[in-house]
């Protein structure tokens, strides 16, 4: 089982973020795309999240007996926007069995960034450590992403110590 060039697993078995199955842009390739679903299918996902602003990739999911749910993002206030909502349809579609990847196009930041605030909503872990996992495990990372998800913490962190978040 080929594993994709650029993938991170948040929760092992149940949650990762990805590259676009098969590259994205200019370098994507068909025979990569085959093969990266593959690996996805054999890993046990069973929904893909698709970030991209096009339909790119989604009837070849479904091909493969994959869920689709495309929330196309085309900026970072955007991505702001949907967060919440992108973390609650993570957290709902996690009690399910199988696995959920999300993925963007060519960028891995964003997805990384989605997978980063759900992990750090319902598991407590610390979103900056988790983007850290991530650009370890080969995505790039960006300061948009630390910006996403960076502020749910902080405000998390105040409002559980008791402290005002405006203050």
Aim: aromatic residues 4%; hydrophobic residues 40%.
């Amino acid at each position: 089982m080929n594993t994709p060039k650029r993938i991170w697993w948040a929760r092992p078995g149940k949650l990762c973020a990805l590259e676009r199955p098969g590259g994205g842009g200019r370098s994507h390739r068909p025979e990569r795309r085959e093969a990266d679903i593959e690996y996805l299918t054999d890993a046990g996902v069973r929904l893909v999240v698709s970030l991209m602003t096009t339909r790119h990739n989604l009837a070849h999911y479904e091909e493969a007996g994959l869920e689709v749910r495309h929330v196309p993002i085309a900026s970072w206030e955007d991505a702001a926007e949907a967060l919440d909502d992108l973390t609650r349809m993570l957290r709902r579609e996690l009690r399910r069995r199988g696995a959920v990847a999300v993925h963007g196009n060519r960028y891995t930041d964003l997805p990384a960034a989605v997978c980063a605030a759900y992990v750090a909503e319902a598991h407590g872990t610390d979103p900056a450590a988790a983007l850290a996992e991530a650009a370890a495990a080969g995505l790039s990372i960006t300061t948009e992403a630390y910006e996403l998800v960076q502020p749910r913490s902080a405000i998390a962190a105040a409002t559980s110590s008791g402290r005002s978040v405006t203050t």
